[in-house]
C-alpha cells in the first residue's frame, strides 16, 4: 500500500492534489504537511505542520507515516522571491535538498518535485519554447528552479532517486487563493468579476503567457507519477502547456459573462517578470513520452471558474 506525504498541501495545487490522490489511494493513505493548514473544507484529515527547512521533524513524519513517495510542492513563488530573495532560496533549494537527502537515505519508491516556466529567461526562444533550450532565469524564483532541476536530475543518475518534474506554467484555479507569483493575475480577476468590482491588472493588456488550468495540472502531475520509469526520459523537468493568452484576452472572455466588469492596467515589478518568460511552449515530448495532452482552452477554462467561484467561501476572504 503506498504512503504518500504532500508537502504544501495548503497551497494553490497542493491542496487539489490532496484531493485527488485521496480519491485514488484513500484519504487515509494521504498525509498532507504545511506549515497553515487551509481554509475550511480543504483540510485534510491526516494533516501534519512542516517547514521544509527541519529535516529532522522531515525524516521523522516520513518514518512516523512510513511513507513510500513524496510530493514536494513547498515554495516561494516568483513574485514574493523578489521581495524576499534569502527566505525564496532558503525554502526552494535547501528545503528540496532535504528532500531528496531524506528521500535517498530512507528508500523512498517516488518524488515529484515542480520547476517552472520562470528557468527560461531574456534569451530563451519566446514562441514554442523548446524542452531543450537557452535557460537564463532573472529571478531567485527562477534561479533556484533551474538549480531544482539540475539536483534532481544529479539525483536520479548519482542515486538512482526516481524524481519527477514538470515545469508549470501559471495555473489557474479556484480551490486555493494564489500564492505570490507574477500569474496570479489570471485568478485574481475572476474574484473581482463575480464581486462587481474593478480589477487593477499588474501586466500590461497584450502580455501573453503560458497557463494551464488546476485540473489539467493536477492531472499531467499524476500522470507523469504514475507512468513507467522506462518511458521517462527527461529526469530535468519536462515541458507541459495548455493555452496561452493575455490578460486583454482573459478579460474579454469574463466579460461575456459579466458585460459590466471593468478592468484598469497598472502594471508593476512583475511585467519585467513576465516579459522574461515564453509566450508558448512545445510540450512535444511530454506527449510522446507519456501521453500529455491538455483538455481546458481559454472558454472552457473561465466558464468552469465562474461556476465554482460564484458559491465560494473564498470570494468573501479574497
Known sequence: MEKILVIGASGQLGSELTIALSSIYGEANIIAADLHKPHGEEVHPI????????????????????????????????????????????????????????????K????????????????????????????????????????????????????????????????????????????????????????GEQYSCFLDKDTSLPMMYMPDAVRATLEIMESDADRITVRSSYNVAAVSFSPLELYNTIKESYPEFSIEYKPDFRQEIALSWPKSIDDSQAGLDWGWNPEFDLQKMAKDMILHLKDSELIILQ
Open 108 to 195: 523512498i519508491k517516488k518524488v515529484y518535485w515542480p520547476s517552472s516556466i520562470a528557468v527560461f529567461g531574456p534569451s530563451t526562444p519566446k514562441e514554442n519554447t523548446p524542452q531543450t533550450t537557452i535557460t537564463d532565469p532573472n529571478t531567485v524564483y527562477g534561479i533556484s528552479k533551474l538549480t531544482g532541476e539540475r539536483l534532481v536530475e544529479y539525483y536520479y543518475y548519482h542515486y538512482g532517486l526516481d524524481v519527477r518534474s514538470l515545469r508549470y506554467p501559471g495555473l489557474i484555479g479556484y480551490k486555493a487563493l494564489p500564492g505570490g507569483g507574477t500569474t496570479d493575475y489570471a485568478v485574481d480577476i475572476f474574484y473581482k468579476a463575480i464581486k
Open 47 to 106: 494533516f501534519e505542520h512542516l517547514d521544509v527547512i527541519d529535516k529532522k521533524t522531515l525524516s521523522d513524519i516520513i518514518l512516523k507515516h512510513r511513507i513510500t513517495q513524496i510530493y514536494h510542492l513547498a515554495a516561494i513563488l516568483s513574485a514574493t522571491g523578489e521581495k524576499h530573495p534569502g527566505l525564496a532560496w532558503r525554502v526552494n533549494i535547501e528545503g528540496l535538498m532535504n528532500v531528496l537527502d531524506v528521500s535517498r537515505d530512507l
